[in-house]
């Protein structure tokens, strides 16, 4: 039987590769993410491979979060994948002049909206007894480097997170692992930077990682046998070794 994933920041970046990577291997897709446009012609691009409904709502918005998984029509239902993957940074700063809005989006939208997203679809998976969930770490949540304070701090929450979870859940069955990128070349430094061109730098000199990379390794994870999990996943282009040594050629 064809499984169903649903993937949290469809419209872009890893999100959107691995929507297309999961489409490539029949896997049935709900996808998220608050540019409806997006979602519209990145459905209509799919459903020549395989079954896709979407769903527009702010996973920052409690009740909307709740609501749009709650409506989901009956054969997309049955969550059995769940790919935790919006998120973004919010600048780039030191702690003593950060700014607290972009404080706020970082754990509203990184920390609190992947528990949205959880709450709503865990207990049909624990009433089903399988399932398995994929959150989108970062190298950022093993390692804080200058001027990341927050957003690393929101990724050491996800981790946390996935592993609170995989205790919690592993009673049922539930497999819970999170990926976690180093350097991926998507929309990340163009939110990051609010659209400063200083955001076309931070892939220049090395080759990064590109979001079909993730994709890929995120369809190896939830298509292992029943009796593997992998819990913990760290990825990084080839020229980075840490958070700070980037080997560029320039
Ligand atoms: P993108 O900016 O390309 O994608 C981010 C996705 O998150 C978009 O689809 C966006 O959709 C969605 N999103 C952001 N805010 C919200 C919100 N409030 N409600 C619903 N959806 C939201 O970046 P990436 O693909 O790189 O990022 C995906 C994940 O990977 C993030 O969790 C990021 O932290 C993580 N990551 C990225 C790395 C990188 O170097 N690029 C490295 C390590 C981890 P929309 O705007 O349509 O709502
Ligand atoms: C994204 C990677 O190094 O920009 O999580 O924080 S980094």
Known sequence: ????????????GIGEA????????????????????RLETIQKALERL?????LNFDVRDKNDTFKAIESLPKDFKNIDILVNN????????????????DWDAMMDINVKGLLYVSKAVIPQM??????????????????????????CASKHAVLAITEGMRIDLNPFGIKVGAVNPGLVETEFSQVRFKGDAIADNVYQGFKALQAKDIAEIIYFAVSRPPHVNIAD??????????????????
């Open 18 to 37: 691995t929507a297309y990577e999961f489409a490539k291997q029949g896997i049935n897709l709900v996808l998220c993410g608050r540019r409806l446009q």
């Open 86 to 101: 919006a998120g973004n940074a919010h600048g780039l700063d030191p702690i003593q002049t950060g700014s607290i809005d």
């Open 50 to 54: 395989t079954d896709v409904h979407i």
């Open 1 to 12: 039987m064809k499984k169903t994933a649903l993937i949290t920041g469809a419209t872009s």
């Open 126 to 151: 624990t009433a089903r007894k399988s399932g398995h969930i994929i959150n989108i770490g970062s190298s950022a949540g093993k390692e804080v480097y200058p001027k990341g304070n927050v957003y």
């Open 233 to 250: 996943l760290l990825v990084f282009p080839t020229a980075q070794a840490s958070s700070t040594l980037v080997k560029k050629s320039l």
